[in-house]
């Protein structure tokens, strides 16, 4: 079965560190774009970062750029959330999530759809 | 960034309504947007990609609509396992992708 699993989140003071993990069961990740996702509780879902198949382009979003880094161990199937210098507003449920290897027959772009997911691993900042 | 605006944020519906829910983007984004359903403490879902591709296995109960910056999900019939959270998402423009803030479908 083809599933994904986060880990390492936990409570932290403000200013603190946290690695989170995502580790891939059932499918290897190379090859595939890896995205976090994160949901603030009572909030919606607002993307984080991403990192693509060969783990040579990274994204962020500006609320966590600099603070944030994605990274990918191809080895040991699992993609790395470190972040750093951790604010109350950083409190979520931190999803992973695989994006489809599925492109726009026409244009050639990927379709840019998330077609696995985890069920999130919660980090608070107090 | 692409704003995305989903109405309503919440409604309440009984077994058997028909439901339909709208998102629309701050500027056009072709087809490239997706939708999400979400329980709490699960995983979120895919079940539409690309405005209007069923995803294999999502019942047909399900369906989606629309290009450029308006776009509908829609479910014919509400089940019980329908109630959840729903969000659209676009891809045309990234980064960063972009959600709406989500439509609660809750019982009448």
């Known amino acids: 079965e083809v599933q994904l699993e986060e880990s390492g989140g936990g409570l932290v003071q403000p200013g603190g560190s946290l690695r989170l993990s995502c580790a891939a069961s059932?499918?290897?990740?190379?090859?595939?774009?890896v995205h976090w996702v994160r949901q603030v509780p009572g909030m919606g879902l607002v993307w984080v970062s991403r990192?693509?198949?060969?783990?040579?382009?990274?994204s962020y979003a500006d609320s966590v750029q600099g603070r944030f880094t994605i990274s990918r161990d191809t080895a040991k199937n699992t993609v790395h959330l470190q972040i750093n210098s951790l604010r109350a507003e950083d409190t979520a449920v931190y999803f992973c999530?695989?994006?489809?290897?599925?492109?726009?027959?026409?244009?050639?772009?990927?379709?840019?759809?998330?077609?696995?997911w985890g069920k999130g691993t919660t980090v608070t900042v107090s | 960034d692409i704003q995305m605006t989903q109405s309503p944020s919440s409604l309440a519906a009984s077994i058997g309504d028909r439901v339909i829910i709208a998102c629309r983007a701050s500027?056009?984004?072709?087809?490239?947007l997706n939708w999400y359903q979400h329980k709490p403490g699960k995983a979120p879902d895919l079940l539409i990609y690309a405005a209007s591709r069923l995803r294999s296995g999502v019942p047909s109960r399900f369906s989606g609509s629309g290009s450029g910056t308006d776009f509908t999900l829609t479910i014919s019939s509400l089940q019980p396992e329908d109630f959840a959270t729903y969000y659209c998402q676009q891809s045309y423009n990234v980064p960063p992708l972009t959600f709406g803030g989500g439509t609660r479908v809750e019982i009448k």
């Open positions: 990192i693509d198949g060969d783990g040579r382009r990274t």
């Open positions: 999530a695989r994006e489809a290897a599925d492109h726009d027959f026409w244009s050639g772009y990927s379709l840019g759809y998330m077609d696995v």
């Open positions: 500027q056009s984004i072709s087809t490239y």
């Open positions: 059932g499918f290897s990740f190379r090859g595939y774009w």
